[in-house]
């Protein structure tokens, strides 16, 4: 079961704050979080593992809360080259050898 | 900075014909992932592989689709006898462990089918 992301798209301008949500209906051991630019392979955020809260590279941060089986991707203070489709893929093997990505959330930051 | 390595860039099979997808790993890595993303949809999940045998595989993953390492440093994918259905993009990626390690991914392989 694939985990379910929110929302599906977000415009934003620069400077502003955005929010993206993961969800799974399935205990998670590690959440992980990926961007990727169109006609690019997903690049590596950030992993989110059981009872932790990571934070990332610029201004992008992380949340897990995995009793509700739940992740946010905080991005504060957007630059231009935020723009980008965030992926979250989610564990529930422990073993993280297989991961099930949402569907995307598609961010646009202008100027 | 190491990175995943996928060669071709893009290829262009007819329906039926059997095709393979070059991946080179980050060197000391010891996990390797397929993945593929269908235009415009979520990246799927296809077999993971580890110490020379396939560790985990998707329902996608039936007995058309194979996966090798046939060297040191290569780990290929195979399609058998190809699907209009297989177009898409097909991603090569490697950990230096599961768990909490990342998974690094090529640049892809564009698969067409015709």
């Keep these: 079961q694939q985990p379910v992301q929110s929302p599906q798209a977000v415009i934003l301008r620069e400077g502003e704050d955005a929010v993206i949500n993961c969800s799974s209906s399935k205990a998670l051991y590690s959440v992980h979080w990926y961007r990727q630019k169109h006609g690019e392979a997903p690049v590596f955020l950030m992993i989110l593992l059981k009872g932790g809260e990571q934070k990332g590279h610029d201004k992008i941060s ?4 995995e009793k ?3 992740s946010s991707l905080y991005l504060t203070a957007s630059q231009l080259s935020y723009s980008g489709t965030y992926f979250c ?9 297989q991961l099930t990505f ?4 598609q961010l646009t930051v202008l100027p | 900075e190491p ?3 996928q060669t071709p ?3 262009v099979t007819q329906m039926g014909q059997e095709v393979i997808l070059r991946c080179v790993p980050i060197s000391n890595h010891l996990y390797f992932y397929w993945y593929r993303q269908i235009l415009g949809q979520k990246v799927e999940f296809l077999v993971s592989f580890y110490n020379n045998e396939i560790s985990e595989k998707s329902e996608i993953f039936d007995d058309q689709f194979s996966v090798e390492r046939p060297d ?3 780990f290929t994918l195979k399609i058998r006898s190809t699907k209009l259905e297989d177009s898409a993009m097909y991603f090569c990626a490697s950990s230096n462990r599961a768990g909490n390690q990342p998974q690094h991914f ?4 564009r698969l067409s089918i015709l």
């Excluded at chain 1, 893929?89 to 050898?97: H, I, V, Y």
């Excluded at chain 2, 090529?106 to 392989?109: F, H, L, N």
Aim: glycine share 22%; aromatic share 4%.
């Design chain 1, 62 to 65: 992380a949340s897990f809360n």
């Design chain 1, 68 to 70: 509700k089986q739940q």
């Design chain 1, 89 to 97: 893929g989610t564990d529930d093997s422990g073993s993280a050898r």
């Design chain 1, 102 to 105: 949402g569907s995307g959330t």
């Design chain 2, 3 to 5: 990175e995943v390595t």
């Design chain 2, 9 to 11: 860039s893009h290829q």
């Design chain 2, 72 to 74: 040191g440093s290569n």
């Design chain 2, 106 to 109: 090529g640049d892809g392989t």
